[in-house]
């Protein structure tokens, strides 16, 4: 009997135990939801992301060939990045910084922290100058007391570094004791733009600070915005930072339409700033990510409309397509994009005269080419 009455209260206590409530994305009049991702499994969601550096289709964060690696990006780093740093668990996503001697091969050295990095190169793919963007995040940052804490979510182009938007970009003490630094923990909402990251000198960015009474190590909801005019980023309903075209950035380094992103969200230990300080002052920590939404503006109505006539620079050839579509045009084709007929875009290319559609569903598509400042959008069916 007594056997019986344990596995009975075992029994009731699994079914009555706090369980986390299901996130329901919420996106605003006029957008869609893009991605939505409460972690309430057991595992990451290889639909929308990739643990570590490198995406999918060639998609990925380019290590500096001299000091990075397949597990390090660059010096700026002092942690060796392991998937098992990567946890999903109890309905979070926990980015883990380890204070651990490890032996990397990828580069090659002995480590003193490990770090968690996931990003969605070459899965979820964006413009918010081109459509925009809407992201929202319930999360909470490594405490900043006597941590040297470097997390970030950032914004990446897919095929090139820089362009580079740091939308919550996190920088704890022992920070504040770097006599370059003010008094107060900082975050930043930064946009990178240059020919190469790696020479600072071609890299040009645009700074908002704040410090840490915005509450970051407790669980709060971040929104940033990005439209074709403005990037703003706030804390719950207090806008912490805005970016403006013509004023901060100039009209003509605004990140345009032919550039497509992602997002990557890291937590790291930052080398060359904290060394000076000794390992002392350093602590594993871990950055918790409740819900990510990401919403995009829905183009869906009035996609037609912006047809223009084919006949004087383009071709696009057979409609129907079995399997490549060919596009010839008198103008340079800057990117190629299809969507289903909800206006959610499926597929994209750039700079190429054909786009192969073999892995679409049979079906009718819209065709969007964008060249030299015209856009052409035609109905196209695949069989």
Do not use: C
């Not at 289903?340 to 892995?359: A, C, F, V």
């Amino acid at each position: 009997m007594k056997k019986h009455n344990t596995i009975i209260i075992g029994l009731l206590a699994l079914w009555f135990s706090p369980l986390k409530a299901q996130h329901i994305p919420d996106p605003p009049a006029g957008y869609t939801t893009l991605l939505s991702d409460d972690f309430n499994g057991t595992e990451l969601d290889d639909t929308y992301w990739t643990k570590g550096l490198f995406g999918v289709n060639g998609a990925q964060l380019f290590p500096n060939p001299n000091t990075g690696g397949t597990n390090k990006l660059n010096n700026n780093y002092a942690g060796y990045l392991l998937d098992a740093n990567v946890i999903v668990s109890e309905g979070n996503l926990e980015l883990h910084n380890i204070k651990e001697n490890h032996s990397g091969g990828d580069p090659e050295g002995l480590f003193n922290f490990t770090n968690g990095w996931i990003q969605s190169l070459g899965k979820v793919i964006f413009n918010g100058s081109d459509k925009s963007i809407i992201i929202r995040m319930r999360m909470k940052l490594p405490t900043p007391a006597q941590d040297d804490v470097w997390p970030a979510v950032w914004l990446v182009e897919q095929d090139q570094w820089p362009n580079e938007i740091d939308i919550w970009e996190y920088f704890g003490s022992p920070f504040n004791n770097n006599p370059e630094w003010d008094a107060d923990d900082r975050m930043v909402l930064r946009y990178i733009w240059g020919e190469n990251f790696n020479k600072r000198g071609s890299v040009k960015d645009e700074e908002r600070w704040f410090d840490r009474d915005n509450n970051v190590d407790e669980f709060q909801i971040y929104e940033f915005e990005w439209d074709d005019q403005v990037m703003i980023s706030r804390i719950g309903d207090k806008e912490i930072g805005r970016i403006t075209r013509g004023v901060e950035v100039p009209d003509q380094d605004w990140p345009d339409s032919v550039e497509e992103w992602s997002i990557v969200i890291n937590n790291g230990r930052m080398q060359s700033t904290v060394n000076a300080f000794g390992l002392d002052y350093s602590k594993s920590n871990v950055f918790v990510v409740d819900w990510i939404d990401i919403y995009e503006k829905d183009t869906s109505t009035g996609l037609l409309n912006q047809d223009v006539n084919n006949s004087e620079w383009l071709k696009i050839y057979p409609n129907p397509v079995k399997d490549v579509l060919n596009i010839q045009s008198y103008d340079k084709v800057e990117r190629i994009q299809v969507y289903d007929t909800m206006g959610k875009l499926i597929l994209t290319s750039r700079n190429e005269s054909i786009i192969d559609l073999k892995s679409l569903n049979t079906g009718i598509y819209l065709l969007k080419v964008q060249a030299t400042g015209k856009n052409f959008v035609q109905q196209i069916i695949k069989w």
